[in-house]
């Protein structure tokens, strides 16, 4: 019986890694085929969507579990991003994700075994869990030419931090999205909109030097410029 029960624990577990394996893999084949220099070629997938609803098919059935933090985070920052494609060419072709009635709030996808918003997944499965990562908001790419720019790879476990990192950094560091007028300072509304993710390093302005090679004046004025909701399309 106990030899039975490890069998089985194995097998489980066996099935389990080769789901997440597949998943991971089908995300690779979408972003690096259709994501260039951060922008998406919406209109190639919706003549060939056959990569992305093989993915988003496996993410259906997925089990993830915040026990294992770093398979939880990798997989629902990557089914956002999926997400949000589908939504995009699912009504291509659109000037802007707002052109959409509902695409962050109403509009729902089956992932990981549930009915479940844009939404849903940024606020209440990963921010929610995980309070203290604030990087999340340069990794979840909502389709505006204003958000961080959607990288060409998956977030895999093994390196969700490297590339939480890197991504944070390189937004941080650019001077069209941290844009610098002697000592005014003009930031994206993310900052305004998720102020309390990034006040837990002491201020916006705390947050943003931490990943800065060159840093800001601390007696910066701090201003927001306008969200440019521009479709991030590749053209």
Known sequence: MKVLIISLFLSLNLSTFGQQKAFFD????IFSTYVSGGKVDYAA?????????SALNIAKNMQVSTADPEVYKAFWINAYNLAVIKGIVDKYPIASPLDIPGFFDVTTYNLGGQEITLNNIENELLRAN???EARFHFALVCAGLSCPPIIDSAYRPKTLEAQLQNQTKLSLNNPDFIKINGNN????????????DFEKEGSVLTFINTFRNEKLPKDATLSYYNYDWALNEKK
């Not at 997938?45 to 609803?53: A, F, G, H, Q, V």
């Not at 300072?185 to 309390?196: H, L, Q, T």
């Open 26 to 29: 089908a995300a690779e084949a």
């Open 45 to 53: 997938i919706k003549k060939n969507p056959e990569k992305l609803n």
């Open 130 to 132: 995980f309070p203290e």
């Open 185 to 196: 300072i003009a930031v994206s509304m993310i900052f305004k909109w998720y102020e309390e």
